[in-house]
Structure formats: structure tokens, C-alpha cells
């Protein structure tokens, strides 16, 4: 079996991505070219995958370095995904390949550590019981939760599911603003634009550069993305970003204007997507990181436990979100 680097001009990669099911929109290209960009001139292009014996693609490895580090620009990388319907032997063999690859690339990168997670709305990690298997491979155990909603349930039951001070501040919402959709595979640029200025009066500041954000347009015209607006007096004062993927939804990036402070903006926008997300068949919405107290290797502020409640409180289950991180020491520091 023969290891080989991903290029961007490789339209196997994302096939293969839409067929495996250890694999979500995180092992994309389109994700991948979007954290080279946010990373900047610190990041470089590690990615490989393996062919078998008639040449076609058996398994992926996403991979950047970002800094001293293989991570997805700070954050953790997805796993390493392989073909469907292959032999628990293969499945080892190709594994302890994968590792031992990444092993030897980060003793040829000056490599320090790497971040990895086991992704949690690819369909061999939803609904079954996982574990870390990243320990398997000496990486030490940083696992969080994250908050997913199951969107088969009925109308009804989601909308119980739901706090009851969320309730109110939704039929609130839903009385006092009008929304506008943008909707996937759509060419909304004057909405989309509309939502990257309420991201910057938000932050205060240009966070990130212009090229990201037309990747992040580029997902929504080619369907996996999707934005709902909020309006009041016919000006945008709200939005959310989510990532759309195979039948799963991410909650990517919520904005609203810091002079609406009073009004609950994202809760009329946030049952808005999860109706919009049931009604074209999604089956889970994952809203995100759930952080509790500090722990070792994870320290959130007051701020990251309130944003944490107030994902749970529009339902959903709190489930283990599995990371690992390898740390490959002062042998690997280049001179």
C-alpha cells in the first residue's frame, strides 16, 4: 500500500470523503484549503492518503502544520479516515501505517505535538458507542463534550426540548424580526456580505482575512453552507452561520450587532435553523463545544461556560467530543 501527499488538484480526496463514513465536511478539501488560509504563511500542506494495490484511495489523513505543530490553525485535526467495508485486519494495518507516517513526519517537520480529534457528526461516531482510540496510539487523552441535537424527533418534542425562558425570547423574536435565508447551492452576496459586517461590528475588528470569507461563500453556493438573518426595521441586526454536511449541521459562527444588546437575537434565529435543518432532512445539529470547569488541559473562562448553557438549554444530548494530543518532544526540534 502506497502513501502519497494530497494535492489540491486530487478530486479522489473529496469522493472518497462523501463515501466514507469516518468522514465529515472536516476532511474536505474545501475545509482544508479554508485552514491553510485562516493559518497564513504559518501553515503548510501535510495532508497524505494510501492506495491500495489498484490504486485507488483505502485511506486519508488530514494534516497541516501550523507553527511547531500539526493542527488545524490551533484547534485539533480531524482523524485519519479509511474505506468503507474493509476487514478489522486492514483496518489496523492501516492505521499503525497512518501513525507511524505521522510519526515520521513530525521528526521531518520539528514537529512538537499534534492535536487530533475523533469527528463527532461522521456517521462511525454518531449514534454508537466510541471510544478514544487515539490512546492506542500514545497520544494522551484531552477528550471535551460537545451538544448535539437529533433532528428525527418531531416538531413538537424539539420544541420542548427547549428552555422555557428560550421559548419566550424565541416567540418574541419571532414577533419583533423578519429573517431572510440564504440559502445552500444560492448566490446571495448582498446577505452574505451583510453577515460578515455584523461579524465585524461584533468583533470590533477584521478577524480574519477577506479570502476566508469567500471560501465560506463558496461553501454556501455549492451547498454546504447555509446563513439566516435577522431584521428589525429592515436592518440586519443577527445571524448564524452553519456548516452543512452529508446529513449533518454545524453551528459555525453566530453574529449580532453590539448596538441591539437588548433583544435575544439568536434565539428566534437559532429555532429558525433547527426548523430549516428538519425540514430538509438534516438528522443532527451540532451546536458545539460543552465546557463545564477547567480541567488540565482545558481551561475556559466564565464566558465559555455561558456560552456552553446557553447551547444546551435549546436541547439536545451532551455527548464525549474524543481529542488526543502527542507530544513528540525535544528530538524533534529542528536546529
Partial sequence: MKIKKFLFDNSRWDRFCLESNDCWFYHTSDWIR???EYGGEESKLISFFIE????DIIAICPLIRFKNKFVFSGSNGPNPALRNGISADLSK???NQIFSEI???ASQEGIDECLMSLTSLAKNHLGLFTYNYLMKYNFENISLNTQIIDLDKDERTLWRDIKKSNRFEIKKGNNLFKFSI???LSYKSREFEEFKKLH???AGRLTRSEKSWEIQYDWITKGNGIVILAYLDEKPIGGIYTILYKDGGYY???ANHPDYEQYSISHAIQWKMIKWLKGNRYKYYELGIQQFSAQNYDHPTEKDIQISLFKRHFGGKTITFHRGIKK???KNKLI
Fill in 34 to 36: 479554508y485552514t491553510l
Fill in 52 to 55: 491500495d494495490g489498484n490504486n
Fill in 328 to 330: 513528540f518532544g525535544e
Fill in 93 to 95: 494495518k492501516l492505521l
Fill in 200 to 202: 465585524f461590528l461584533a
Fill in 103 to 105: 510519526d515520521s513526519l
Fill in 182 to 184: 440564504v440559502k445552500p
Fill in 252 to 254: 459555525g459562527i453566530s
